[in-house]
């Protein structure tokens, strides 16, 4: 078993908050191995017995009258009715809930879904409800609304590299590899050799991934389009970019007009399925959002490899998108950051440059200035890569995170320099 022990604590802090916790994250990162076996597992060992905790997968041909809604709530009342016993809920795939007229109301349109059991549920003291799914209105920033108020968000990335190398046999040197090129899907753990995994990740996409968004938002666009977007975005991790920058490529190397707010909708959509997320630019001195362009990663940097048949494996930019993604499942507000400031030129004239931070992740009152690079090994390097954070200007912490395994230091500007490896095992590394 891959421990997930953030996700299970999460859930252990949330646990009888009163209220529906909804579990969301890409499809195959794990949310139903989370919820059926660790967190059950955790449930068993402080003494819930089996018959307290009502499991029901909906995308199983044996549960399928429970995809009618009054069915649903019926099966889960039946089963809870003991009020004097705490019952604990799972629902997967909740969207295989279907949406009904009203039975009992004719002639006026009133429908009736999972949100509606769900509701009626938390209504019950007894009863602590937990829902994974995989509909775009579930995994959308609307869920709170959803929920009218009464959901709880927790998201569920693929393996952090701490999470992978626990299970993985070998060093460290060889799980970078492989974590690097493959991701963290959980499935791809348990594939052999290139041609497997490759293929897995792969299908991943034709399979499910795109027949799920292009069925959710009604694409009428030939998949081709939104297969080339993938692409393109998948070439440019950790680069700026906008919508017009995609468009204009589309119509260079493509010969395809496509607008700028259809490009916009489309990365919505990605975004939506968790597939990519989208990195805002900050001012640091300004302390404002300065909008377009921006950056994207992608979730699974295995997703993004298998995307382009493994073709650009720059370990500088896959690297970059590995430290994103694990600061987001640190629970960080991450942003890209900009430094602006001004210098005369040769002729005295007033110029000014931008000069960027990877990220600035925040987090309460905790903020961290990151850049990532390969190697600071020559002294004109190191000094180009800490250009942006010598001119920060205020005494947040920051940090060099390089592709070398070495020992962590500080230079007389208090800038920690540490090894991807250490970063990404050990999140204390971060205050050394």
């Not at 490009?263 to 302390?287: P, Q, T």
């Not at 650009?312 to 507000?333: K, S, T």
Request: charged share 30%; glycine share 6%.
């Amino acid at each position: 078993m891959i421990e997930r022990k953030k996700y299970l604590e999460r859930l252990i802090n949330k646990k009888e908050n009163g209220l529906v916790k909804v579990i969301t994250g890409i499809r195959r990162c794990g949310k139903s191995y989370l919820l059926f076996n660790i967190y059950k597992n955790y449930l068993n060992s402080i003494g819930v017995k089996d018959d307290c905790i009502i499991c029901l997968a909906l995308d199983d041909d044996e549960n399928i009258r429970y995809r009618n809604p009054l069915e649903l709530g019926k099966y889960i009342r039946s089963m809870t009715a003991d009020k004097s016993k705490q019952y604990y809920v799972f629902l997967d795939e909740i969207q295989k809930v279907v949406t009904i007229q009203n039975p009992y109301i004719a002639g006026v349109e009133d429908k009736v879904g999972f949100v509606d059991v769900v509701l009626g549920l938390m209504k019950h003291d007894n009863i602590d409800v937990y829902v994974t799914g995989s509909n775009s209105k579930m995994l959308s920033s609307d869920i709170i609304t959803e929920f009218r108020g009464r959901g709880d968000e927790i998201r569920v990335n693929p393996l952090s590299f701490e999470e992978f190398y626990n299970a993985y046999e070998g060093d460290k040197h060889n799980a970078w590899q492989e974590y690097y090129t493959y991701g963290g899907l959980p499935l791809v753990t348990k594939k052999k050799g290139h041609e497997e995994k490759a293929r897995y990740l792969q299908s991943l996409f034709e399979k499910i991934y795109i027949g799920d968004i292009i069925e959710r938002n009604k694409i009428l666009y030939d998949k081709s389009v939104l297969d080339d977007m993938l692409n393109i975005v998948s070439s440019s991790i950790g680069s700026l970019t906008n919508a017009g920058k995609i468009a204009k490529t589309f119509k260079s190397e493509k010969q395809v007009s496509i607008s700028d707010d259809t490009v916009s909708r489309y990365l919505d959509f990605f975004i939506d399925a968790f597939l990519i997320y989208k990195a805002e630019r900050y001012d640091v001195k300004g302390r404002k959002y300065i909008g377009s362009p921006l950056k994207y990663y992608f979730s699974d940097v295995g997703l993004r490899n298998a995307r382009l048949n493994f073709r650009q494996q720059e370990e500088n930019h896959i690297m970059e998108n590995v430290i994103y993604n694990e600061l987001c499942a640190r629970e960080f507000n991450v942003d890209v950051g900009v430094v602006e400031y001004c210098y005369k030129d040769e002729n005295k004239k007033s110029k000014r440059m931008q000069l960027e931070i990877d990220f600035v992740a925040h987090k309460g009152s905790k903020k961290y200035y990151i850049q990532s690079a390969l190697s600071v090994g020559e002294e004109e390097k190191r000094l180009q890569e800490i250009r942006s954070l010598n001119r920060v200007g205020d005494s947040f912490k920051k940090i060099v995170v390089v592709r070398d395994n070495i020992i962590p230091w500080h230079d007389d500007n208090g800038i920690l320099y540490i090894g991807i490896e250490q970063f990404l095992l050990d999140e204390s590394a971060m205050d050394i």
